[in-house]
C-alpha cells in the first residue's frame, strides 16, 4: 500500500495560505477536527438507518481528546465511518473537495436529513496551523478494510501505507510546532474545547496521556457495562448496642451490608449532546430555562422572560432569546447571541443573522442551513439571511404584543428592564416599530403605566400635542411639584435611548413635540396678563437683566419675568428643547464642554409675583440686592444639579451671612 504523492489542490497551491491564514482564531483547529469527528460518526448512523451497516448492541459513540505536553502531541479519536486508503486519497489529499458534500450526493435518495457538518474539506487542514507533523490512522466500517496510516509534514508531500489500527473509525495526531504547545495543556484544551464544543451532537472526551489511573467507588447496582472495575468490595453491616426499657441489651443493625464496586474512574463528559434548544418548547420547564441560562451566560442573575424558536418551513432554525435583567447603574447595556451550526460553534453576535436591536439579548441561534464561508467564522450577507433575521424579529415582536395583549402585568413588571430593547428596535427596524409601536407603554408622575395616546388624549384640553417628560426625578422636583399643583402629568423618560427614540416618535407623530419639564414654562404655570401688564413686564424684565448681569457678572444672562401661579417660587432656570437637546448629544459624542447651563439657550425666569423679586426691583442699588440677585440664582441652579465646588462653598457662606441678617 506504500504511496508517496503531492497533495492535489483543485484551484491552486494553496497550502501556506491555509496553514498560515485560513482561519483568524488559530485556536478554532480543535473545532474543525472535532467536527470532522461528529461528521464520522453521523455517517455511520445514517448507514445505520439505511440498513448498509449494523451497529453492535448498545454502541456508544464518542470523541476523545488525548493531550500529551511530554511529547507535544494531541490526539483527536473517533469511533465513526473510517476511511479507507483510496477515500484518504479522495478526502484528504484534495484540499477543498468536501467528503460531506459527497456523502449526501451518494445518498441523497436515501436520506433527507442532512446533520452532516463538514461543507467544504479544509476544516482538516486547520491542524497545520498548529502542526509541523500530521498523522492520520484509520479504519473504515467495510467489510474486509485494511488500517491506514497517512503522514505529511507540512508542505505539499505525503505518504500512505498500512496502518495499524484495529478498531474502526479515525485517530489523528498533531505534532505541535513550538509556537502552539499551549493546546497540548490539558487546561488549555479544557478551555477551547468548552468554547466551541460544548453542544456538539456526539460525546466528547479529554484525558492526559500517561496520567496515573484514578479510581472511585459505587455501589454495585450503578456499574455500567463500560466501567474497568478493579474490585468488588462488600462493606459490612454496621450494628451498635442498645438498652432496652428491661434494662438488657440488645445488638440493631444501623447500616446493611452494601456491596460495591471499585472503578477505574469514569471519563468526565465535556459537552451536552442534547442542548434545551433542539427540544420542543412543551418539553422544558422554566427551570431547565433557568440554569441553561446560567450555565451558557455564566450570569447568575435570573432572567426576565424567554423566547424559544422552533421553525422547521420554510428553514431549519432553533433557539433561545433570554431578556436580561440589566443594572445600569453598573452594566453595560452589552447582550451576547451564541451562533450554532448543528449544534456547532460558529461565532458571536453575528450582525448578518441577528438584528442588531436583538444584540442586546443574550441567547443561542442553531440554523444549519445558514450559508458559511470557508472559515465558518462570518456570513454571506444575502436574501436567505435577511429572511432569517425578519423571522427573529417577528417571533420578538409577537411574543412582546401578546405578553401586553394577554399579561399586562407582567408587561409593566418587567417594563423597566425591556424598554431599551423595544425602543432601540423600533428605532433601527422599520418593520418591529410597526409592530410594536401601539405597546410602547411610559410611567408617569404617578407610577402609573400609560401609552402615549392616552397620555396626549388625557392632557389636549391643558397642552395639546405636547409631551413633557422627566430625565431625573431628584433634580426635576421642583418642577414635578408645580406639574402635579396644576394637575398636569409627564412622562419619565430617563435612559439614554430616550433622547432619540422621542426624536423619532416626533418625526413619526406629525404635531406632537416633547419637551422637558424644566424648559420653556407652559402656560398652565402663569396668570394671563392684561396688555397693560405685559409692557410692565417686559419693563421690569430690562431693569432686573440689568441688575442680574451686575450682580452675577455675566453678560450673557437672559432674564426674562412672569407672573407665576404660584408666589412661593421666585426664580427657575429654564433650557429651551433644542438647544438641552444639542447639548445632550455633545455630551454624548464628548464635544468639549457639555455643562448643562452656562451655555446658549439658558433663560432665568423671575416671578414677578414673588416679594423678593419685587424688593430687587424697589432697591436695585442696595446694600443687599447682591446677595439677593446670587442666592436666587444659584437656588434655580440648585434645582437641577449640584453646584461646583467653588459655587457650593459660596452659596453656604452666602446663606450663612443671610441668616446673621435676619437674627439682628
Same mark, same amino acid.
Given at each position: 500500500?506504500?504511496?508517496?504523492?503531492?497533495?492535489?489542490?483543485?484551484?491552486?497551491?494553496?497550502?501556506?495560505?491555509i496553514?498560515?491564514?485560513?482561519?483568524?482564531?488559530?485556536?478554532?483547529?480543535?473545532?474543525?477536527?472535532?467536527?470532522?469527528?461528529?461528521?464520522?460518526?453521523?455517517?455511520?448512523?445514517?448507514?445505520?438507518?439505511?440498513?448498509?451497516?449494523?451497529l453492535?448492541?448498545?454502541?456508544?459513540?464518542?470523541?476523545?481528546?488525548?493531550?500529551?505536553?511530554d511529547?507535544?502531541?494531541?490526539?483527536?479519536?473517533?469511533?465513526?465511518?473510517?476511511?479507507?486508503?483510496?477515500?484518504?486519497?479522495?478526502?484528504?489529499?484534495?484540499i477543498?473537495?468536501?467528503?460531506a458534500?459527497?456523502?449526501?450526493?451518494?445518498?441523497?435518495?436515501?436520506?433527507?436529513?442532512?446533520?452532516?457538518?463538514g461543507h467544504?474539506g479544509?476544516?482538516?487542514?486547520?491542524?497545520?496551523?498548529?502542526?509541523?507533523?500530521?498523522?492520520?490512522?484509520?479504519?473504515?466500517?467495510?467489510?474486509?478494510?485494511?488500517?491506514?496510516?497517512?503522514?505529511?509534514?507540512?508542505?505539499?508531500?505525503y505518504?500512505?501505507?498500512?496502518?495499524?489500527?484495529?478498531?474502526?473509525?479515525?485517530?489523528?495526531?498533531?505534532?505541535?510546532?513550538?509556537?502552539?504547545?499551549?493546546?497540548?495543556?490539558?487546561?488549555?484544551?479544557?478551555?477551547?474545547?468548552?468554547?466551541?464544543c460544548?453542544?456538539?451532537?456526539v460525546?466528547?472526551?479529554?484525558?492526559?496521556?500517561?496520567?496515573?489511573?484514578?479510581?472511585?467507588?459505587?455501589?454495585?447496582?450503578?456499574?455500567?457495562?463500560?466501567?474497568?472495575?478493579?474490585?468488588?468490595?462488600?462493606?459490612?453491616a454496621?450494628?451498635?448496642?442498645?438498652e432496652?426499657?428491661?434494662?438488657?441489651?440488645?445488638?440493631?443493625?444501623?447500616?446493611?451490608?452494601?456491596k460495591?464496586? #471499585?472503578?477505574?474512574? $469514569?471519563?468526565?463528559? /465535556?459537552?451536552?449532546?442534547? %442542548? +434545551?434548544?433542539?427540544? =420542543?418548547? *412543551?418539553?422544558?420547564?422554566?427551570?431547565?430555562? #433557568?440554569?441553561?441560562? $446560567?450555565?451558557?451566560? /455564566?450570569?447568575?442573575?435570573? %432572567? +426576565?422572560?424567554?423566547? =424559544?424558536? *422552533?421553525?422547521?418551513?420554510?428553514?431549519?432554525? #432553533?433557539?433561545?432569546?433570554?431578556?436580561?435583567?440589566?443594572?445600569?447603574?453598573?452594566?453595560s447595556?452589552?447582550?451576547?447571541?451564541?451562533?450554532?451550526?448543528?449544534?456547532?460553534?460558529?461565532?458571536?453576535?453575528?450582525?448578518?443573522?441577528?438584528?442588531?436591536?436583538l444584540?442586546?439579548?443574550?441567547g443561542?441561534?442553531?440554523?444549519?442551513?445558514?450559508?458559511?464561508?470557508?472559515?465558518?467564522?462570518?456570513?454571506?450577507?444575502?436574501?436567505?439571511?435577511?429572511?432569517?433575521?425578519?423571522?427573529?424579529?417577528?417571533?420578538?415582536?409577537?411574543?412582546?404584543?401578546?405578553?401586553?395583549?394577554?399579561?399586562?402585568?407582567?408587561?409593566?413588571?418587567?417594563?423597566?428592564?425591556i424598554?431599551?430593547?423595544?425602543?432601540?428596535?423600533?428605532?433601527?427596524?422599520?418593520k418591529?416599530?410597526?409592530?410594536?409601536?401601539?405597546?410602547?407603554?411610559y410611567?408617569?408622575?404617578?407610577?402609573?403605566?400609560?401609552?402615549?395616546?392616552?397620555?396626549?388624549?388625557?392632557?389636549?384640553?391643558?397642552?395639546?400635542?405636547?409631551?413633557?417628560?422627566?430625565?431625573?426625578?431628584?433634580?426635576?422636583?421642583?418642577?414635578?411639584?408645580?406639574?402635579?399643583?396644576?394637575?398636569?402629568?409627564?412622562?419619565?423618560?430617563?435612559?439614554?435611548?430616550?433622547?432619540?427614540?422621542?426624536?423619532?416618535?416626533?418625526?413619526?407623530k406629525?404635531g406632537?413635540?416633547?419637551r422637558?419639564?424644566?424648559?420653556?414654562?407652559?402656560?398652565?404655570?402663569?396668570?394671563?396678563?392684561?396688555?397693560?401688564?405685559?409692557?410692565?413686564?417686559?419693563?421690569?424684565?430690562?431693569?432686573?437683566?440689568?441688575?442680574f448681569?451686575?450682580?452675577?457678572?455675566?453678560?450673557?444672562?437672559?432674564?426674562?419675568?412672569?407672573?407665576?401661579?404660584?408666589?412661593?417660587?421666585?426664580?427657575?432656570?429654564?433650557?429651551s428643547?433644542?438647544s438641552?437637546?444639542?447639548q445632550d448629544?455633545?455630551?454624548?459624542?464628548?464635544?468639549?464642554d457639555?455643562?448643562?447651563?452656562?451655555?446658549?439657550?439658558?433663560?432665568?425666569?423671575?416671578?414677578?409675583?414673588?416679594?423678593?423679586?419685587?424688593?430687587?426691583l424697589?432697591?436695585?442699588d442696595?446694600?443687599?440686592?447682591?446677595?439677593?440677585?446670587q442666592?436666587?440664582?444659584?437656588?434655580?441652579?440648585?434645582?437641577?444639579?449640584p453646584?461646583?465646588?467653588?459655587?457650593?462653598?459660596?452659596?453656604?457662606?452666602?446663606?450663612?451671612k443671610?441668616?446673621?441678617?435676619?437674627a439682628?
Amino acid at each position: 500500500m506504500n504511496k508517496q504523492g503531492n497533495l492535489s489542490i483543485n484551484s491552486e497551491n494553496l497550502f501556506p495560505i491555509i496553514k498560515k491564514w485560513l482561519y483568524s482564531d488559530h485556536d478554532i483547529f480543535y473545532r474543525e477536527l472535532i467536527s470532522n469527528g461528529c461528521d464520522a460518526v453521523t455517517k455511520l448512523k445514517k448507514l445505520e438507518i439505511m440498513g448498509e451497516y449494523q451497529l453492535e448492541d448498545n454502541e456508544k459513540f464518542k470523541i476523545q481528546v488525548v493531550v500529551n505536553p511530554d511529547e507535544k502531541t494531541l490526539k483527536f479519536i473517533d469511533n465513526g465511518i473510517g476511511m479507507t486508503d483510496e477515500e484518504v486519497e479522495e478526502y484528504i489529499t484534495q484540499i477543498a473537495f468536501s467528503g460531506a458534500t459527497d456523502f449526501l450526493e451518494k445518498y441523497k435518495d436515501k436520506t433527507n436529513e442532512d446533520q452532516i457538518i463538514g461543507h467544504f474539506g479544509l476544516g482538516f487542514y486547520s491542524a497545520f496551523m498548529v502542526a509541523d507533523k500530521v498523522t492520520i490512522d484509520t479504519l473504515s466500517w467495510q467489510k474486509d478494510a485494511k488500517p491506514v496510516h497517512w503522514e505529511c509534514d507540512g508542505d505539499s508531500e505525503y505518504s500512505i501505507s498500512e496502518g495499524t489500527r484495529t478498531e474502526r473509525g479515525t485517530e489523528i495526531t498533531l505534532y505541535l510546532n513550538e509556537e502552539s504547545l499551549e493546546f497540548a495543556n490539558e487546561y488549555k484544551a479544557r478551555e477551547v474545547i468548552e468554547k466551541y464544543c460544548s453542544f456538539m451532537p456526539v460525546e466528547i472526551y479529554l484525558s492526559k496521556e500517561g496520567n496515573e489511573p484514578e479510581y472511585e467507588t459505587i455501589d454495585e447496582d450503578e456499574v455500567k457495562p463500560e466501567d474497568t472495575v478493579v474490585e468488588h468490595i462488600v462493606e459490612p453491616a454496621k450494628t451498635e448496642e442498645r438498652e432496652k426499657e428491661d434494662g438488657t441489651k440488645e445488638t440493631v443493625e444501623v447500616t446493611p451490608e452494601r456491596k460495591r464496586a #471499585k472503578i477505574l474512574q $469514569r471519563p468526565q463528559l /465535556m459537552n451536552d449532546i442534547h %442542548p +434545551l434548544w433542539t427540544k =420542543h418548547p *412543551n418539553d422544558c420547564t422554566e427551570e431547565e430555562y #433557568k440554569e441553561f441560562y $446560567r450555565k451558557v451566560f /455564566m450570569d447568575y442573575k435570573e %432572567p +426576565l422572560f424567554w423566547i =424559544h424558536l *422552533n421553525m422547521d418551513y420554510p428553514f431549519n432554525l #432553533k433557539g433561545i432569546l433570554y431578556f436580561p435583567k440589566i443594572n445600569y447603574e453598573y452594566e453595560s447595556i452589552e447582550g451576547k447571541i451564541k451562533l450554532y451550526n448543528n449544534q456547532v460553534f460558529i461565532a458571536d453576535n453575528i450582525k448578518e443573522v441577528i438584528p442588531e436591536f436583538l444584540m442586546l439579548l443574550k441567547g443561542v441561534i442553531d440554523c444549519p442551513d445558514l450559508p458559511l464561508n470557508v472559515s465558518r467564522s462570518a456570513l454571506q450577507n444575502d436574501g436567505f439571511v435577511r429572511k432569517i433575521s425578519d423571522y427573529i424579529t417577528k417571533k420578538v415582536a409577537d411574543r412582546l404584543s401578546g405578553m401586553f395583549k394577554t399579561d399586562r402585568e407582567n408587561y409593566e413588571k418587567y417594563w423597566d428592564d425591556i424598554n431599551p430593547f423595544i425602543k432601540f428596535g423600533c428605532i433601527k427596524d422599520q418593520k418591529f416599530n410597526e409592530k410594536m409601536k401601539d405597546y410602547i407603554i411610559y410611567k408617569n408622575l404617578e407610577g402609573k403605566y400609560i401609552t402615549l395616546d392616552e397620555y396626549l388624549e388625557a392632557a389636549k384640553e391643558k397642552h395639546e400635542n405636547q409631551v413633557f417628560y422627566v430625565t431625573d426625578e431628584e433634580q426635576q422636583s421642583q418642577y414635578i411639584n408645580m406639574f402635579k399643583k396644576e394637575g398636569l402629568d409627564a412622562l419619565i423618560l430617563k435612559h439614554n435611548i430616550d433622547q432619540p427614540f422621542i426624536s423619532s416618535l416626533e418625526q413619526a407623530k406629525e404635531g406632537v413635540k416633547f419637551r422637558r419639564i424644566d424648559t420653556d414654562l407652559a402656560d398652565v404655570f402663569k396668570e394671563a396678563p392684561s396688555e397693560e401688564e405685559t409692557k410692565a413686564l417686559e419693563e421690569d424684565g430690562n431693569k432686573l437683566t440689568d441688575i442680574f448681569k451686575k450682580a452675577l457678572s455675566r453678560e450673557t444672562l437672559t432674564v426674562k419675568v412672569e407672573k407665576l401661579k404660584n408666589p412661593d417660587v421666585s426664580s427657575m432656570i429654564t433650557l429651551s428643547e433644542d438647544s438641552r437637546r444639542m447639548q445632550d448629544m455633545m455630551k454624548m459624542y464628548g464635544m468639549g464642554d457639555t455643562s448643562m447651563f452656562g451655555g446658549e439657550g439658558e433663560t432665568l425666569v423671575l416671578n414677578a409675583n414673588n416679594d423678593l423679586v419685587q424688593y430687587i426691583l424697589a432697591n436695585p442699588d442696595g446694600e443687599h440686592t447682591d446677595l439677593i440677585c446670587q442666592q436666587l440664582y444659584d437656588l434655580a441652579l440648585l434645582a437641577h444639579k449640584p453646584l461646583p465646588a467653588d459655587a457650593l462653598t459660596k452659596f453656604v457662606e452666602r446663606s450663612n451671612k443671610i441668616m446673621k441678617l435676619l437674627a439682628k
